[in-house]
């Protein structure tokens, strides 16, 4: 991380202030956690042309990102995850939806997973649910961000594709993990969630498609604030 100073933008020319340089690519310093994309040059970029550039490569990625406002227990998947607690057990909002859809048999396999922590993920078969399986995640809850809870909720992110990689899942659904009762605000929860996600395709194009699921229209609201700063096309 570098320290924040005055940049000029090789797009347009404007004069804005960034810190962040890593590796081999170049990123506005505002986005947590990082979007890596192939940026030609040691630049970096305006946020709105860097916004740009995402929206760029998003466009030539073959993973494609979609919005859906509803039950998430309903959507024909290959996977999709749950907001759980640390027990697995079932509990309320998303994660007793997903178990009362699922049937006894998910509580059961659920059992013998041993729990879960906070920012990792385990699988279990869907059961009764359109899903051919359940990918498990912990979110942090929010305790006012100083508490290691944006990393914490990255890796729900991270860690879900990657069981979702391990069982060759090609569609996959993610709630807005935290955002319930965890009271993660949403407009950080949904950022974090939409970064994340854009940084593990910039590294691994190997989805079909990636919803992401509101079961609030002020959540849905942000996504779409989100996906139109990214020029994502849902």
């Known amino acids: 991380m570098m320290s924040n100073s005055n940049s000029l933008c090789p797009a347009c020319g404007k004069k804005f202030e960034c810190g962040f340089k890593a590796g081999k690519s170049f990123c506005w310093c505002s986005s947590f956690p990082p979007i890596f994309v192939p940026l030609a040059g040691d630049h970096c970029y305006c946020p709105d042309c860097f916004a740009k550039k995402v929206g760029e490569t998003i466009a030539s990625r073959k993973t494609k990102l979609a919005l859906y406002q509803g039950d998430i227990t309903t959507l024909r998947v290959d996977a999709i995850v749950n907001a759980a607690n640390s027990s697995l057990l079932g509990g309320g909002g998303v994660d007793g939806a997903i178990h009362q859809a699922a049937g006894s048999e998910l509580f059961d396999e659920c059992k013998m997973l041993g729990g879960c ?22 979110g942090p809850v929010w305790n006012g961000g100083n508490s290691r809870e944006a990393e914490l909720l990255a890796l729900c992110y991270k860690n879900s594709l990657l069981v979702a990689q391990s069982l060759n899942v090609k569609t996959i659904a993610f709630p807005a993990i935290s955002c319930g009762v965890y009271g993660y605000p949403i407009d950080k929860a949904c950022s974090i969630a939409v970064t994340t996600v854009l940084s593990f ?34």
Request: charge should be positive; avoid cysteine; hydrophobic fraction near 45%.
């Open 117 to 138: 922590e906070t920012g990792n993920a385990k699988s279990t078969k869907g059961y009764k649910l359109p899903a051919r399986y359940i990918i498990h995640t912990v």
């Open 201 to 234: 395709l910039g590294q691994q194009d190997i989805f079909d498609k990636i919803i992401f699921v509101s079961f609030a229209s002020a959540i849905e609201a942000e996504y779409q604030a989100i996906f139109s700063k990214f020029q994502i096309l849902a």
